[in-house]
């Protein structure tokens, strides 16, 4: 489990296709705290540490992650945002996230508001009913809130230390990111279509 709370900025350092995709990952985290075997949500997708060097882990994806996510655009060189997984005592500042991504949005516009920018996303139809109103989402692993919804598109609105500490500040349109909508909201609806 996750929170949304972006904790370090990873760089792609290589990419190897052999059966599954193996990602090398530069850090700044301090590996020696990392098990084999630990998840790390790597722009919202919860992957698994195969392998650890003095600056960087290895994940090993399978085809399916890459065909669920934003993963098949990644390339060296690419920064990502990287949170660890909850450990008992940790505080909850943002949602409860599981990593388990549910679809793509893509980004249809973008303005600046002040020194904020607001950014307006299309969903997946299936998606956009459990996305509502001042609910959260997970968009490329970061906890955010929503601030308006209609049909398919909704938008967001990104504080100046948000893009900062986060790949957000280098977003443009057209980017496809990665959605997890609210646990709440899944379950929510799954009991009002059981009546």
Same mark, same amino acid.
């Given at each position: 489990?996750?929170?949304?709370?972006?904790?370090?900025?990873?760089?792609?350092?290589?990419?190897?296709?052999?059966?599954?995709?193996?990602?090398?990952?530069?850090?700044?985290?301090?590996?020696?705290?990392?098990?084999?075997?630990?998840?790390?949500?790597c722009d919202g997708v919860c992957l698994t540490a195969t392998a650890l060097g003095e600056d960087w882990f290895e994940v090993d994806i399978?085809?399916?992650?890459? &065909?669920?996510?934003?993963?098949?655009?990644?390339?060296?060189?690419?920064?990502?945002?990287?949170?660890? &997984?909850?450990?008992?005592?940790?505080?909850?500042?943002?949602?409860?996230?599981?990593?388990?991504?549910?679809?793509?949005?893509?980004?249809?516009?973008?303005?600046?508001?002040?020194?904020?920018?607001?950014?307006?996303?299309?969903?997946?139809?299936?998606?956009?009913?459990?996305?509502?109103?001042?609910? &959260?989402?997970?968009?490329?692993?970061?906890?955010l809130t929503v601030n308006e919804v209609e049909g398919v598109t909704f938008g967001v609105n990104l504080i100046p230390h948000t893009k900062?500490?986060?790949?957000?500040?280098?977003?443009?349109?057209?980017?496809?990111?990665?959605?997890?909508?609210?646990?709440?909201?899944?379950?929510?609806?799954?009991?009002?279509?059981?009546?």
């Open positions: 489990m996750f929170t949304g709370i972006v904790t370090d900025l990873g760089e792609i350092r290589a990419l190897h296709q052999a059966g599954d995709l193996k990602a090398r990952i530069g850090t700044g985290y301090d590996t020696s705290g990392i098990a084999i075997g630990a998840s790390i949500a399978s085809a399916e992650t890459v &065909s669920k996510t934003n993963l098949s655009d990644w390339a060296p060189g690419r920064r990502i945002n990287l949170e660890r &997984s909850l450990r008992v005592g940790d505080e909850l500042g943002g949602h409860i996230v599981s990593g388990h991504v549910d679809g793509l949005a893509e980004v249809i516009a973008m303005a600046d508001e002040g020194d904020s920018t607001r950014i307006t996303f299309r969903a997946p139809e299936a998606l956009a009913r459990y996305i509502a109103p001042k609910g &959260s989402v997970a968009l490329n692993g970061t906890s900062t500490v986060t790949t957000w500040g280098q977003t443009k349109v057209g980017d496809r990111v990665n959605l997890e909508i609210d646990t709440l909201a899944r379950y929510v609806a799954r009991l009002q279509d059981w009546r």
